[in-house]
């Protein structure tokens, strides 16, 4: 599993910047190179997604400093549905175990009662 826990504003601004790289720097779906983002200090969402880990800040010689998207900000949605489809592989899971169960029951409850008619 992914280490990121963010919150739906930094969600949205890392899926808007992944989109945003993937219109631009994709060619037929294939990434080309990746986007550089303007580091701004005074964005608080791109400061808390640096602290996150899912932006990395780097120091650029003319450009000045820059923000790319890291490795975990690019699997963080992949990780998130993948953990959706197993919660609710383990709910199906516990549900039809439960719906066994009380099939098992009801079946033992009618063979306990045919049995004392039948040998009372």
């Known amino acids: 599993m992914s280490t990121l826990t963010l919150n739906i504003p930094q969600e949205r601004e890392l899926q808007r910047l992944i989109d945003y790289e993937r219109s631009t720097c994709s060619v037929e779906g294939d990434l080309v190179y990746r986007c550089a983002f303007p580091y701004r200090p005074d964005d608080e969402l791109q ?21 790319v998207i ?7 949605f ?14 199906k899971r516990d549900a039809r175990l439960i719906a066994l169960s ?10 306990g009662f045919l049995l004392g008619r039948f040998f009372a």
């Open 47 to 67: 400061a808390e997604l640096i602290e996150q880990g899912a932006l990395a800040a780097r120091a650029e010689g003319k450009r000045g400093a820059i923000v």
């Open 70 to 76: 890291t490795s975990d900000g690019y699997s963080y």
């Open 102 to 111: 009380a099939l098992f029951a009801a079946l033992c409850i009618i063979i």
């Open 78 to 91: 992949l990780e998130k549905r993948r953990e959706q489809v197993e919660r609710k592989r383990r709910e």
